[in-house]
């Protein structure tokens, strides 16, 4: 009898520790899909006020996919203290065309700063998902053991997209900070969810904005 009451509490041991390891999964899925690669700042950049009234810019062709990245990245500064304000909402093509002419309206409107996101590269990279057997210890004597479900590994192929973040400061007409970032995602969503999330987080954590 004593012999298998250790075999229940092994059991029992055997599926706790199951538990935790797919809790430990479903964490890590939550998590965000970009990484930060790269980062530079400007040597002077700790010297001059963090960035407050900011225009954010994408540039893609595609005019949904532009305005729905600005708005994103706006949402995200402004949620961490930056004013921010997307360009198609107070320029032209025609002015954004023209740098100079650009600079003088925004800092006419008080705007000390612009940050621009572009997609700078995209490809496939292969993966692999090692085989799985998914067993449990049970109570049937003599054997202890139930049967499990074996998945057997395979190959995959992920879409990786890496954008350029650049924040601008009108006050210096200099480049205060960059970033490379790399989100496994093809998901346009996904991808600016999380870039915009990523790069408005660094921005204020180093003082840059805010």
Partial sequence: MRYELRDRSSSLSR??????????????ACGSATTVE???????????????RVVTVFFSDNETIRRAAEDHLARELYSKGVEATPS??????????????????LLGMGYDGIVTMRVVDRYQELEYMPSTFDGYWG????YFYSPGYYSPGY???????????????LR?????????????SDEADELIDDTTEVVASQLTKRGLAG
């Fill in 15 to 28: 599926l706790a520790a199951i538990a935790l390891a797919i809790a430990g999964l479903a964490v890590a």
């Fill in 38 to 52: 790269q980062t530079w700042t400007s040597p002077t950049a700790r010297g001059q006020p963090p960035l407050q």
């Fill in 88 to 105: 198609y909402a107070i320029l032209r093509q025609d002015e954004m065309a023209n740098r100079e002419a650009m600079k003088t309206k």
């Fill in 139 to 142: 109570y049937a004597y003599p």
């Fill in 155 to 169: 190959a995959y192929t992920e879409t990786v997209v890496r954008v350029e973040t650049s924040a601008y400061s």
């Fill in 172 to 184: 210096t007409n200099q480049l205060v900070w960059s970033a490379l970032t790399k989100t496994r």
